[in-house]
């Protein structure tokens, strides 16, 4: 009898274990989650920040039909420049890699998501082209838009406030940040004074 207990508390002890163990490995893979960037996983940005978990950093490239490409950009496509303004954390000090660059009015905007969230002040950049209502003229700060570009989730159909105007050459850039991660390809955009020369020594 004793020992039909024994074995019973033995085998007990052992499924214990085993249960214990399996909790502590998969516990484990889940503390580590995959690096992946989604356009604003990390937020060093000159707008509001948890909601830019969702910001997509990598794009396919296409751009809005009708943007004009700069005819003698400071920053020619294929060249290289050092990020000197970051939208998001690993972006400033990073080496870009020219892709695209065009003649087009940058706006910073406010907006609330179309998907819920917080509000998102001051974000950096949509362009002329990536507005709903998009004629000749550039918009006044102030004036409410409709965007269609999707950077972001939540960002395309959002209504948006213009909060300044920059008429200047944007460059789509591929670029590592300097946090480590993956390559981020295609990002939109930066403005000519948010980049700068590479020093030859």
Known sequence: MMMKIKNIIMLLILLISVYTIAGCASGNEDSSPKEKITQDENTEMDH??????DMDHSSTGEVPEGLQEAENPTYEVGSKAIITE???????????????????????????????????????????????????????QGTEVTVEASHMAGMEGATAEIDSA???TVYMIN??????????TNHKWVTESELSQIEHH
Not at 48 to 53: F, K, L, P, V
Not at 92 to 121: F, L
Not at 175 to 184: I, K, N, Q
């Open 48 to 53: 509001s920040d948890a909601e830019h978990a």
């Open 166 to 168: 920059e008429n200047t």
């Open 86 to 140: 970051g939208h998001m954390a690993g972006m400033k000090g990073a080496e870009a890699t020219i892709v695209g660059a065009y003649d087009t009015i940058a706006y910073a905007i406010s907006y609330a998501p179309t998907n819920g969230g917080e509000r998102v002040t001051n974000h950096k950049w949509v362009i002329h082209e990536e507005i709903q209502e998009a004629s000749e003229e550039p918009f006044e």
């Open 175 to 184: 670029f590592t940040p300097t946090t480590g991660g993956e390559e981020v």
